[in-house]
């Protein structure tokens, strides 16, 4: 029993599907999240509600899943946001599902739910679309592509309050990185809107989003994940344009990471940080300083904390940051000893598990370790090459089904038994596999990137503007990203300044097979000549641009 709640929780798994089975009844499952404020809300007003938990203990079995520790399930029964309240059959198909409930409305859906129960059964159960359709529309990759999600940012822009779309307003970093090359004008306004209304500018950090249109209606709590991939984005403006507007908010958000998330008995990230009292937020910062900080889930994660090494390790590439470099090697020390075995990464870090406990591939974390080891080969020590390498073959080996790959290779109950092939988690692997195939010289990465994205190309056309890196990862696969090998090792005056070269696109390749103390510039078929200063190395990257 759960006291907050008055309802007898149980865990997800196959009992709770075979006791709904035996009693025939269905299952409830509320998906949660620690830093989700309305699950609480949903807690105390309507599951504490003793007349609702009556009901739900006595026609249902109802599960609780927390969905940073549950991502396949997650996945699989998200209703749009979280609390999700989804309604099971015994088989795990879905007979209908909703949000947040009030007391009210869990009633009457409570009612309907068991009517339509008594009188169909499992009949009125469906799997799904994204699950009943496994084959994505192939295609083929052209430079349309690019073009075409340019064109729908440019139409889903808010030229009044900046950002895309009407309402919620949610920061979309992918979106703002690929407008910064292709429409800075757009892009810098946006990032000006997010970094003036969901920075806390008293604790640093990000708040996840806003529910109107004008940024009104702050939603408090602080991811990891959104977090380290808005350091990146706000470190890559800053490459850009050099003005402190955009390094000060990565700057701050550093600091959040490495103090409030950071958890120091696991030297890694904690995945997030809740709302807290609403009246607090309003506060002057004397006032705030008294009242009780906000709960963190000191949860450490693998692919959050990946984003976050990613986003400081860039950071500190461009700006020297001390502070950012050493929490990034720290963290990422953590996750190569503790979060990565023969290339397959592990989703939690638990204090305690059995020896012969193998880890299960989820395509979202061996993307995101694999994006942060190209990182660190690139910008801190080659020898992360070699990890990168096995967390790609792992990948390859293990989820990739026909040209593109699925979430996951473990089995489940429910419908986590079917393969889901998430898009923006095959995007952001094949980004990762060009980089490799960059830093490596091993084309067949550049391949399976290839085809990866040709997967889904029959749909491009109608993807949204949350998949952005699509049409920049299509880029540059099509024409080849912009690389900078250097004959020394990382850390010398040439790596540093071709790190810091204004085209946030970039490879740089350190440890190269050139001469020491002398670089070259590679875009497509063409090749500059040696640089050996970094005066040279900036004339040879116009020359090749230009």
Known sequence: MNDSTRVEWREWGQDAFDEAESEAVPVLCALTATWCDHCHEMDAETYAEPRIAAHVNDGFVPVRVDVDRN??????????????????????????GSGYLGPDGMRQVLDSVRTMWQTKGSGAARVPRPLREDEPPAGELSSDIESSMLGRLEEAYDEVAGGWGTEPKFPLPDALEFALKRNREM?????????????????????????????????????????????????????????????????????????????????????????????????????????????????VFAGPNALAIEGLLTFSAYTDDQRARRYAERALSTLRADLLEDGIVR??????????????????????????????????????????????????????????????????????????????????????????????????????????LEDFAGASDRFGVQVARYGTVAARLLEGPLAIRIGDEPGSDLHRAALRLADHEKVVVPAADLEAGTARVEHGDRRSDPAETPEQLSERVGEILD
């Open 187 to 299: 892009a810098l306004r946006s990032f000006d809107a997010v970094g003036a209304n969901l920075l806390d500018e008293y604790d640093g950090g990000f708040y996840r989003f806003a529910t109107d249109r004008d940024w009104s209606g702050l939603q408090h709590e602080k991811l990891l994940d959104s977090n380290g991939a808005l350091v990146r984005a706000f470190a890559n403006a800053y490459l850009l344009t050099g003005k402190s507007e955009y390094r000060e908010p990565a700057e701050r958000t550093v600091e959040f990471l490495t103090t409030t998330l950071w958890n120091g008995d696991a030297e890694a990230f904690a995945n997030s940080q809740a709302p807290g009292d609403p009246e607090s937020h309003g506060l002057e910062p004397t006032e705030r300083a008294a009242a009780d900080e906000p709960p963190v889930d000191d949860g």
């Open 347 to 452: 989703h939690q870090l638990e204090p305690e598990r059995g020896a012969d406990d193998q880890p299960t591939p989820l395509l979202s974390n061996q993307a995101r370790v694999l994006g942060a080891l190209t990182t660190t080969a690139s910008t801190l020590e080659t020898d992360a090459l070699a990890e990168a390498a096995a967390v790609a073959d792992a990948t390859i080996e293990r989820l990739r089904d026909g040209d593109s790959f699925v979430d996951s290779a473990g089995e489940g109950v429910g419908l986590c038994d079917r393969p889901l092939r998430p898009l923006d988690a095959n995007v952001a692997l094949a980004d990762g596999l060009l980089e490799l195939a960059v830093l490596s010289g091993e084309d067949r990465y550049r391949t399976v990137a290839r085809e990866t």
């Open 71 to 96: 991502p396949r399930v997650r996945d699989r029964y998200n209703m749009g946001g979280f609390p999700s309240t989804v309604f099971l059959a015994p088989d795990g198909t879905v007979l209908t």
